[in-house]
């Protein structure tokens, strides 16, 4: 069973001014719930994909937001698009429709 | 003028009309000729044996049922199916008769078409011929017969709820004037017939009647050859029209019919057969009211016949393709039977998002090895009630099961299969055959319906693949279950996966019928509507799914039911989320305490779950 990564992360510094926002403001212009996250981690605990690897909805989200795209993009990947997380976000993030705006960004990029 | 003569008569005004013909048949003749060429050899074959095989006659019975009666449209709405029955039989039998008058009395003389069209400019008294009298009256009454269509077709521009329509489809500029000559043909026909017959005194009862009307007050005289130009004219621009609009229906639905007969379906990819399919659309618009995003959303730009017509024409966007909750209600309402799910699911395809190589990551992983196989799904993990039931109604039966995906599966494929990622499906499908042809199985029971359809399609197991519902049929069946009737009201909610896409419509309610009184809502069977929840659709929020939840659960609730039953973990999520004041129970939790022993216990599975969620909270 995989670490859901609610442990103590390595320091990393990050440089918001730097950061390229692109694909965060293009993915909450196409669906605006991608800013309701709260990152409460249903998803990640839900997430069939999760059982198996470290894929994690709500970090996807995180680097996403701090510009770290390609990492975002290459984690989108493992995704099955069940569905389950869809059910379970309390926030009702439009999960399913956010992995397909990444992938999608994938090919444009 | 004298028939009986060798000569042929002929006026210049024929020529709008003789062109138009000329050039629509030899149009479709090329079209019809380059598309059967087009098919591959397999599918030519089937055309050659099919067409010298009984399949020929049934095909042209079902042309003759559909493309001239449109009997599907009658079920749909009568008035509606009178409207394309008159214009299409009415205006056929107009060709027929006709034909058979001109034959009759130019003493079965072969004539260039145009003659039985504009019989009565060229020959304008067949009353003192013999069988005149009948002729004029049939063909009089055909007429009217064709104008009450062309009525109906004026007044359902204004209002189209009679006929049995909320939302008709917004139509092109082309699609537009093809409609106003095909509007104006048999108008004009009338106008330039009781001209005539008001001139010379002839015609049937009502060009006879019209004609001497307006003798009484109008110069009608100086319309005669316009009027004849005229309808010459319309018939001409409309007969041009045909190939590049919606009208190309007419010829094309003859052929769809034939190929449909003799076999051909719809390939992983667009084929000419789909070429046929797109042309055959005559954008009638049923499919737009079948559409919960329309009815219920407001989203009517986007139905099927709109992305018909793009991939017809040009690229179709983004959102037309997404947007659709893969439902198949508008594909068993199609009067003309388009494969609209299979053209939807190709579209999809065309992108695909996801790598060769996107679940390297599963691997040395297993199913438990099994008898029974129960498997919950992604799906049916969300929704432990369902699962347990299923389990304990398993387990009272004797069964020898086991939960092969107790500690997680990996998906079935399917969500991602209607999200268009085909390869990325065929990857999760693969790993998935293994698994569970390793589990040594005889028989896979499933309690998600998404999974059943993609496992009986796609997966060509070997061991027979059955939806709890139906298995716990069969259970009953060998009185290994037995149940006890109560006055409970029962609704079923047929999920589109199992009722539509799997044809499962009967055994759920065979089941549910043990336990107690099933009542059927307004919109049941091939008509049951979606609950929202779809993994077909991602562009809409859960706002919007939830108003679709509300609105099928008010109707499945409408007839006062105690419980409504679902069959799919995903459709009881969905209606949970939008309603708390109905209770919704999946099958196998009514019918485990329908179980003989369970049935005095006065113990409702909706005030467990409640308990079950308190506890999570």
Redesign the interface.
């Known amino acids: 069973m995989v670490n859901f990564g609610y442990t103590t992360l390595p320091t990393h510094i990050h440089d918001m001014d730097k950061a390229d926002l692109g694909l965060a403001d293009s993915i909450s212009f196409e669906?605006s719930?991608f800013n309701l996250c709260i990152a409460c981690g249903s998803c990640t605990s839900?997430c069939?994909?999760g059982?198996?690897?470290n894929f994690s909805f709500r970090q996807m989200c995180h680097q996403i937001k701090r510009g770290e795209n390609s990492q975002a993009i290459a984690e989108s990947?493992?995704c099955?698009?069940?569905?389950?997380c869809?059910?379970?976000c309390p926030r009702?993030v439009?999960t399913?429709?956010i992995i397909?705006l990444v992938?999608?960004a994938?090919?444009t990029i | 003028m004298n028939l009986h003569a060798v000569q042929i008569p002929f006026h210049p005004f024929v020529l709008p009309f003789t062109i138009g013909l000329i050039f629509l048949v030899f149009y479709i003749v090329g079209k019809w000729i380059y598309w059967v060429s087009q098919f591959s050899w397999e599918d030519k074959k089937k055309i050659i044996r099919g067409f010298f095989s009984l399949k020929t006659p049934q095909a042209i019975w079902e042309v003759f049922m559909e493309s001239l009666l449109h009997r599907k449209v009658f079920r749909r709405n009568a008035l509606l199916g009178y409207m394309h029955m008159s214009l299409a039989f009415g205006w056929f039998l107009l060709i027929v008769f006709g034909n058979l008058e001109t034959r009759f009395f130019t003493h079965g003389r072969i004539n260039p078409p145009y003659i039985p069209i504009f019989f009565e400019f060229f020959e304008h008294d067949l009353t003192s011929l013999d069988y005149g009298r009948f002729f004029t009256f049939t063909m009089d009454l055909l007429l009217l017969f064709v104008l009450s269509g062309v009525g109906l077709a004026y007044f359902k521009r204004f209002r189209s709820k009679p006929l049995g329509m909320k939302n008709t489809t917004k139509h092109s500029t082309i699609d537009r004037l093809a409609l106003t000559a095909l509007w104006l043909i048999f108008p004009l026909r009338l106008l330039a017939e009781s001209v005539t017959a008001g001139l010379y005194d002839a015609g049937g009862f009502i060009t006879n009647s019209i004609g001497t009307f307006m003798m009484t007050f109008l110069p009608i005289q100086h319309f005669y050859y316009p009027s004849w130009w005229a309808y010459s004219i319309a018939l001409g621009a409309f007969f041009v029209f045909i190939p590049f609009t919606r009208y190309m229906h007419i010829p094309t639905e003859i052929l769809l019919i034939f190929l449909r007969k003799y076999g051909i379906v719809e390939k992983a990819i667009h084929s000419t057969y789909t070429q046929v399919e797109l042309s055959s659309c005559s954008r009638c618009g049923i499919c737009i009211d079948a559409c919960q995003l329309g009815s219920d959303l407001g989203i009517v730009s986007t139905q099927s016949t709109y992305l018909i017509k793009s991939i017809r024409y040009d690229q179709p966007t983004e959102k037309l393709i997404d947007s659709c909750m893969a439902c198949t209600r508008c594909d068993q309402l199609c009067p003309v039977g388009i494969d609209i799910a299979s053209i939807r699911a190709n579209e999809r395809k065309m992108?695909q998002?996801?790598?060769e190589n996107?679940?390297k990551?599963?691997n040395g992983?297993e199913y438990k090895k099994a008898k029974v196989a129960y498997f919950a799904g992604?799906?049916g993990?969300?929704t432990p009630s369902v699962y347990k039931a299923t389990l304990a109604l398993f387990k009272k039966a004797g069964v020898d099961y086991n939960f092969i995906d107790r500690d997680?599966?990996?998906?079935c494929g399917r969500?991602?299969q209607l999200?268009g990622?085909e390869d990325?499906a065929k990857q999760?499908i693969e790993k998935n055959i293994k698994l569970i042809e390793n589990c040594g199985a005889t028989v896979l029971v499933t309690s998600c319906p998404i999974c059943a359809k993609v496992f009986t399609d796609s997966y060509k197991l070997k061991i027979p693949i059955y939806h709890h519902s139906q298995y716990l049929l069969m259970l009953a069946k060998e009185k290994k279950l037995k149940f006890e009737k109560s006055d409970l009201q029962i609704t079923y909610h047929d999920p589109c996966e199992l009722g539509r896409g799997l044809g499962v419509y009967d055994e759920p309610r065979e089941l549910l019928g043990m336990a107690g009184k099933l009542i059927e809502s307004a919109n049941s069977r091939e008509n049951s509507l979606c609950c929202g929840?779809s993994?077909g659709i991602?562009?809409i929020?859960?706002?919007q799914r939830n108003t679709i939840a509300s609105i099928t659960l008010s109707e499945l609730a409408a007839d006062k039911a105690d419980v409504v039953a679902t069959a799919c973990p995903?459709c009881k999520?969905?209606f949970k989320s939008a309603s708390e004041n109905v209770r919704i129970a999946d099958i196998s939790e009514i019918m485990l305490d329908a179980v003989q022993e369970n049935a005095n216990k006065i113990q409702s599975e909706f005030v467990q779950e409640k308990e079950i969620e308190t506890i999570h909270n």
Do not use: V
């Open positions: 669906d719930s839900t069939t994909a059982a198996f690897t990947e493992k099955m698009l069940c569905g389950k869809t059910l379970a009702n439009n399913r429709n397909r992938r999608k994938n090919q | 992108i998002l996801f790598q996107s679940y990551y599963i992983y992604c799906m993990h969300l997680g599966s990996i998906c969500p991602l999200a990622q990325a999760l929840g993994l991602t562009n929020s859960h706002e995903l999520k969905t």
